[in-house]
C-alpha cells in the first residue's frame, strides 16, 4: 500500500506528529474523490477511505504492542507511559480529521451558491457543504433541535448532576462498547468510529466558523477540552485493548499464559477506560448543570 511506504509503523512510532498530516492530506482526498465517485455517499465514505488507508500501520503496531506485553509485562495502570506512543498515534489520527473537516466545512461553498458569472461557476463544481457533511449536520439537528437528556441535565425542576452524569456516562459507555468490539473483530475497525466523533467535531467547529466568526470557532473546539480529553482518550485505550486482543487471536503464537498476562492487561485498560469515561462525564455534567 502508497500510504503505508511512505508513513511505515517505524516512522509513526518515532515521528507520530507525521500522523497528524497524513490524516489532514487523506481525509481530504478522501471527501473529493467521495464527492465525485460516489455523491450521495460522500459524507460517510471518506471515512471508510481513512480506515482502509490506516488499518496496516495499526495493525502492525498492534501486533508489536502484543509482543511487548508478553517480553515486558508491567503494571497495567502505568498504559498510557509503557504505550504513550500509540495513543499519540490515535490523538493525531484524532486531530487531523477534526482539522480536515473543519478546514473543508469552511472552504467548500453552500449548494445554494450563486453560479452566475465566471468566478461563482468555478465554485460550483465543487463539492457541496450538503453533500460531505450531510450526516454530521444531522447530528448536529438532533443535538440542537431537541433537548439531550432534558430530565437529567436541563429541566430545573428534574435536573441534577448526578443524573446527569449517569445519562452522558451511559451514552458514552455505549461508545466505548463499539470501539472495543471494532476493534476487536476487524483489528483497528475503530478507527472508523473515532473518525467519525472526529468528522462531527470538526463540523461543529468549521458551523461556528461560517455562521459567527473564527474566535466562535476556535472557542468552540476549546469547550471540547475539559471533558472531551478524558472521554477520548478512554475510546482510544478502549479500541486499543480490542486491538490488542484481536492480533493475539489472530496471531496465534502466544501460549496459554501468555494470552492470560495480554488478557488481564487489556482487561485493566478496559477498566481504566471507562473510569476516564466516568472522569469525563462528572465533568461535562458539571458544566452544563452547574
Known amino acids: 500500500m502508497v500510504l503505508e511506504s511512505i508513513v511505515s509503523d517505524v516512522i509513526a512510532r518515532r515521528h507520530p506528529s507525521t ?110 457543504r450538503e453533500k460531505i457533511f450531510s450526516e454530521q449536520e444531522n447530528v448536529f439537528s438532533k443535538i440542537t433541535g431537541r433537548a439531550v437528556g432534558a430530565n437529567e441535565c436541563k429541566n430545573p425542576a428534574t435536573k441534577s448532576i448526578e443524573k446527569c452524569t449517569f445519562f452522558i456516562f451511559s451514552n458514552n459507555s455505549f461508545v466505548l462498547v463499539l470501539a472495543i468490539m471494532f476493534s476487536f473483530l476487524f483489528g483497528a475497525g475503530a478507527i472508523f468510529l473515532i473518525g467519525w466523533n472526529a468528522s462531527v467535531i470538526g463540523t461543529f467547529i468549521g458551523k461556528e466558523v461560517v455562521e459567527v466568526h473564527a474566535l466562535a470557532g476556535l472557542l468552540r473546539g476549546i469547550s471540547y477540552l475539559p471533558h472531551g480529553m478524558w472521554e477520548i482518550t478512554g475510546y482510544f485505550m478502549g479500541a486499543i485493548a480490542g486491538g490488542i486482543i484481536s492480533a493475539v487471536l489472530s496471531g496465534k503464537t502466544y501460549g496459554s ?15 481504566i477506560a471507562y473510569i476516564l469515561l466516568f472522569i469525563g462525564a462528572a465533568i461535562e455534567a458539571w458544566l452544563i448543570v452547574g
Open 257 to 271: 499464559h501468555q494470552f492470560e498476562t495480554i488478557a488481564k492487561d487489556t482487561l485493566s485498560m478496559i477498566i
Open 19 to 128: 500522523i497528524f498530516f497524513m490524516a489532514l492530506i487523506l481525509s481530504s482526498v478522501s471527501i473529493w474523490v467521495s464527492f465525485y465517485v460516489f455523491p450521495n455517499s460522500s459524507s460517510i465514505l471518506p471515512l471508510a477511505f481513512v480506515t482502509i488507508g490506516f488499518v496496516p500501520i495499526i495493525h502492525k503496531m498492534f501486533v508489536e504492542e502484543t509482543m511487548e506485553e508478553v517480553e515486558k509485562p508491567g503494571w497495567a495502570p502505568a498504559f498510557i507511559t509503557r504505550h504513550f506512543e500509540l495513543v499519540l498515534l490515535y490523538a493525531f489520527l484524532f486531530l487531523g480529521l477534526i482539522a480536515s473537516y473543519t478546514l473543508w466545512y469552511v472552504v467548500l461553498p453552500s449548494a445554494e451558491t450563486n453560479c452566475i458569472g465566471a468566478e461563482k461557476a468555478l465554485n460550483c463544481g465543487f463539492p457541496t
